[in-house]
């Protein structure tokens, strides 16, 4: 398993919060998705073999938000 840590723009409310959430957890091959407002990113626990970490941000900014690191 690899950690990615993704700082994630334009969350403003716990809702944003779980449409990431959401949208991580669908990735295949991802296996834990822990994501906060405060500071604004996600922390993401995922197997190689199943996904990269450039797909989790496609993953991200497919659900309307932006995404740097």
Known sequence: MENVTIAVSG?????C??????????????AEAQVSLDPP?????????ATTA???RAAIEA???SVSG
């Open 63 to 65: 659900a309307g938000y």
């Open 17 to 30: 919060v779980a449409s990431v959430r959401r949208v991580l957890s669908a990735v295949p091959g991802v």
């Open 11 to 15: 969350m403003t409310c716990g809702g």
């Open 54 to 56: 450039q797909a989790l």
């Open 41 to 49: 990113e996600a922390r993401v626990r995922f197997d190689p073999a």
